[in-house]
């Protein structure tokens, strides 16, 4: 359920080349609003005018602080825009981006979506070395190395750069009127890129490349750097050796729109795939039982798909037994924490005709805390449901991510605390079930490329040494 | 669709009575937010406090408008709220509603859904006699008339002054720190009541009360007035004889939200047979096909319910081929009409993996310039669709609304120029179809009690003599 | 001083007619920016466009709420705008003005500076005949009044409703495309009329004509009504026998701005008159005095004029002893009444080096409750002041205004309960001295036409019945 | 004449310490909010909150910027405040100040008002070494040279430091809960500390620290660093030798408030010392006229204190004979430059029964371009002004300045391009005259401690070898 109760949302980038001049600003705001889901926090664009670098940046959504750019034509050539995710605390100005600087590299936008897992030890040398730091962004951080970067020419500096970084990092940059684009070698983070005449756009989904009317797409690999410039499409992959492939399969179970393609997997079809899994782990349960009595419906609106694969494959009838109130958004926000029942129930109401009467199967990503799921069950049953099965698309969460998803501490997951069937105890629900990451694996093409870090503790990468997680993303 | 396509929404009404003091003006908030897709454009609200009336109102949403009502305790006893759909011209705050008035009837705080058919005739004869406008709503009209009543006592008065009205008008009111809620006889627009401990409230739709965790309420009949105080509630018929019903079927159609009951029906189940009915006029042409080849997908939000109906009865799959960006609100308006497309595309997409290489039957709930289904056939096309199937949940709709729907001319409802099969050939769809009137009418339980007027020109009330209608609602 | 210790402002009103087409609401802007003293609570204008008169208001200042017309061009031929005083509570949107309606004499948009005397009797006698009222205004009972008349022809209507009206009103009204002006008999309020080529301009002030390069103005006579139309301008004085005349001196002694003629005096002129009469009245106190050790100090901005004008005759130093922070506006409210000396010095503060070791002159226009003169004494004397002498431009004010000044009731007014000499001890101030009212008259050309009813409760109208004074100008 | 035809405002910084918990952030409030006249682009404040530095700032004024802060307790030990001047274009929230950093001295709030002159080659420098820059202020420039130093010790880090800046800085900083003030050794900007009981107030002008109601307050001296910590305070001169002075002298004529200290010297007496000056230099145009004929006039409000010091002088009378409206603010921006004279009168309007048929000696402080002194003379004598000498209460400007004004070039300067004769003849005026810098300086009791540069081109610092000048300051 996508609500303060869930796991936070990604950042998300997107860059622009144009061969000729275009209207880059407005163009940029097109792809961020289809990236929006990615950030709430602050939305930012900087692109290139006359040769100077012009940026706006603020806190708020794409539609607020951009809607400048709806009016008048803004010839330019190369742009790079960022969301930035929503948190309770800590939305400041200076750690929205783009981030622009003036430094021996000349100037430079940088726009990052990822967590650096070692910027801890980073940022101490470079503090010990006399950077300043005005942000807590790993955006800044990575600048600090570029400018101190001895190695020669901008590609040069540029791997070295690289090369000091661990984590995750999906990057959109201007440099001297070019447009670059690099994804780690692990490949947490998505990133596309697509061409339509002379216009070439990066994005993190291949919905901010659609809405362009680009259709002609492919992903950027692990590992590889693409620089869009006059001279042309450059590619090159920086890194040496096979690392390890990591992609963040919570992409795909969460974050990302059902119409965008991620790590080459249709969003939507693979979240199918997962709740038909779902219903296939029932099948000890669903036999025998009368299947008019039972209907599956989604936690609104980042269960939809799962639910249907699991209809699909149950062969129970798929019902939108929970609505949701699309006027809950950033602007209403409950005053008192004694009042979170009414708060979801604002945004979820159950259409108890539906649902009197009958046992649900209730289809949502995955369980943080628990908190809402709680309140989902107890409305569902005094709306009359004859039982809750709550069923989630992700295996049970019990490790930190350090590349980029704000996971609550492990204290606070569920899962670490309550097994499946203590959940159910404590939420009301009849019976409790995750997918198997097993199971879940199967639902990819390339189940070797994704990191599952946050199920089993196995990284792709070191997390740091100290073994906390930076609470942030980029 | 929900959009500037669409027709427009109705206002919705909400008043609130407490037997000891509560925090009024937050409750109506929250009942208030509950029908915000009945009005975005205006919000208000008017409540006693310490004898007085007071009111505040505003254009902009609920959320926005009314934000200040979360903030701190106003111990109050009644009150009355309302929201006004939004047209693209005309918003003008002398419109918003309630209206607050000191008159010789005593202070009076009103607010409208419906529409007075004969409200030019009455605007005149009071014009004549000396009163002034200073909004062009109904319920300025209402009030003028009330004040001019020399009827003996209030109900008197406000007897007199309903029958003068013809139309459509589901009232709330506060007069002498009573809360008042009447219908009109033919019960054109919904008004519910209902009751926990010592709290009573009365709304447009269900959704209103189930929020204030009131499950006990039932429908107010149509010529039914209900006067909420200290000494409880009295329930009276204000009319002679038996007025021809005329609930609005479109409520069930489009307006009403899912969860809700409006007419006793529950708007999904009544949506999901909608869709049932069309899938088995498509009985002929299913027959045969390859149903994995086919899938039913509805254009979100309005066509869920009646997808899912069309789904389960002809077996094929339900699937959510386009998706709908939720950022999409008031605030991002489209600087140009040639962006039209760009405007459909930024709230709806495909599923491109999910259409391409189908036969899609998409439902959407009623057509009426049919320029955004243009656009949607054409996305779906280019995104691989072997043909698209058009089906509406509505019958064509040929004739204007004079009870508070605001229809375009005749001229510009498509289905006046062109027939089902000439739509097809325009919009580029395989079919179109419409479901039956008669097939409608099934899918309640009490048939002979709608409207049915924009489909076939039956109105049960008179329309105003010159024919033209009024363009607003209240 | 002008604060919320103050008498409150009028109101403001500016009516414009042009031959041909012009920009009229960007010209509204410009006179209502300069009439803006005259109220800060809400703006507003009304114009006609195209055979419709078009309207918008909204609480705030010109500068925000009209901004949006100082963008593009709005042909139009005639408007009216208004401003409206600043309350403490009770700012309702309901109450801002112009005020349009539709009735039985055309359209109509009014706006009015003044207060209507017998408003009560007149509002409980419409209010028995049927009319509802939706603001507290004035205006509206005009509006009401004009709407039921039965004389004949418009004229005839407006003479009728003006023969009911008891009080002060200044109106601009557009009719029918003219502009209207008209000034109650006993004239309390100032209106002035000017032309430059095909442009007329009236308006409250002058200075709202000279922002238009009008220096070709003459006053509204009182009774006399003013109509500019296509056939040019046509007056006529419209109440027979002659009114005894009531013009209110406060507009010269406070509410008018410096630059402006009312009453056919420059405001400047008479505050200096004023300011010199008070130093003659200190004859006795300056002689033997040093003058060295003595000097003027106004308390800005309200005082400077007379303060230039009592320097000037007495031969003491006038200096600017008292800093104004102009940055003090209406964004700025202190959190809490105790704070209310840190609100008073954050707006005015002395300047130590020019008071240490003087003698202070302090001149201030008038005394209403007193509050803030404490202030300041004790403000000048911890700034080193050897003594302060409080000198006022207005004679006591001990009655209430029916006129359309909010003054406090008459047991909050300070001279009510104190004498000079007692004043002068609860202040700390050496001595206390009022202006006397003689020497108030002996300013102006034609002390018989001025309304002095709040020093001396001898009014020109009668007071209402009940003796109560309506709290509200308009 | 305060306007955009004006030298720009400098900065202003304020800095508070308190021994025990305060509300920090709302006195910086107040304090901020007496130096506003400094600056109206942004203002922002730093305090320590539990051991953290937290920063809050935005573009806009302080009353908007920082009204969070009078709602609640923000307890807290130290913090520092800036307001920047407003500009017309390049208004970037990264040019805000103060600016936080974590770096290798620790946690770091700097504010800055002044302009370094070798900044240009410092940036080359750390640029070379990989420093980045987020904004072009000197601030950021000051941080990265201290984060760099290697002297020993924070002291020893901070005159590394400045041993590198040419150029004035008045400077306030939190460093280890510590409260820090730098005056360069020349002296340029002003800077006082204030103390009443347990709380410590340093800010560039004294009305900061009256507003706190401290009155025990004593110039920083140049070159002198000020630590206020919990060990008290404790001063240091950190330059040797003895650096030629160079205070600011158009913080006298001009940019500090009159009931302001700064360089010791009453800003109010100062100015009425220069208005003398001015007054004797026009003996013999004054000796044999007719003083009654003759009047002094200020313009508004700059012009205030030097017109009284000539009408003292002169013996002329002194009269307000042009209003300021005082509701043109930041809000009100004319739209075209074509309606410049539309601008100047909607901001100062004459008196024109004061004006008519007399001589004026209009006393300003400065003649920058120019432009509005000719459209005043202009508008006196279209309201019957006979003749209008104009009088500067500065020197003719013919330098640029590099030490914090933002001076026009020198091209613009119509003092370059003109004598004051020709500025009569172009003006209409019909004499012009400037106080001569010998007069000026005798205005103050240490003439050789200021710096005159801007108008005879002698620095007390090196000008940037490029003679290019910054055209911001910090």
Known sequence: MDNQDALKHHCGVVGIFSEGEANIPEKLFYSLFSLQHRGQESAGIAYNKQGRIVAYKDLGMVSEVLARYLNGSRPSTVGIGHVRYSTQGGNRIENAQP??????????????????????????????????????????????????????????????????????????????????????????????????????????????????????????????????????????????????????????????????????????????RMGAALARGDRDLLSGRDSGGCIVVPVPTSGNAAAIGYAQESGLSFEQGLTRNHYVGRSFIMPTTTQRELAVRMKLHPVKEIIRGREIFLVDDSLVRGTTSKILVS????????????????????????????????????????????????????????????????CVSLPQAYCTGCFNGDYPSPPPPNGTHNSGCD
Chains 1, 2, 3, 4 share one sequence.
């Not at 101190?148 to 995750?168: I, N, V």
């Not at 704000?406 to 939420?427: F, G, H, K, W, Y």
């Open 99 to 272: 981030i622009c600087v003036a430094c021996n590299k000349g100037r430079i936008a940088l726009a990052h979506n990822g967590n650096i897992s070692n910027s801890e030890s980073l940022r101490e040398e470079l503090s010990r070395e006399g950077s300043i730091f005005q942000a807590t962004t790993d955006t800044e951080l990575i600048l600090h190395l570029l400018a101190r970067s001895q190695a020669a020419g901008f590609t040069g500096a540029l791997k070295e750069t690289l090369s000091r970084l661990q984590g995750a990092y999906s990057l959109v940059m201007i440099h001297n009127q070019n447009l670059l684009a690099i994804r780690d070698p692990h490949g947490f983070r998505p990133l596309y890129l697509g061409r339509r005449g002379s216009l070439t756009v990066i994005a993190s989904e291949t919905c901010a490349l659609e809405i362009q009317n680009i259709t002609d797409y492919r992903m950027i690999k692990p590992g590889e750097m693409v620089v869009v410039g006059k001279q042309g499409i450059k590619s090159e992959i920086l890194f040496d050796g096979e690392p390890r492939l990591g992609q963040c399969i919570f992409e795909l179970i969460y974050f990302a729109r059902p119409d965008s393609l991620v790590f080459d997997e249709s969003v939507y079809l693979a979240r199918k």
């Open 379 to 442: 409305l569902l049953k005094e709306s009359g449901a004859k039982a809750v099965h709550l069923r989630l698309s992700s295996p049970e969460i019990k490790w930190p991510c350090y590349f980029g998803i704000d996971i609550p501490t492990r204290s606070e997951l569920i899962s670490n605390s309550l097994s499946p069937d203590e959940i159910a105890a404590t939420t009301g629900a009849a019976t409790v079930r995750f997918i198997p990451l097993e199971s879940l694996k199967a």
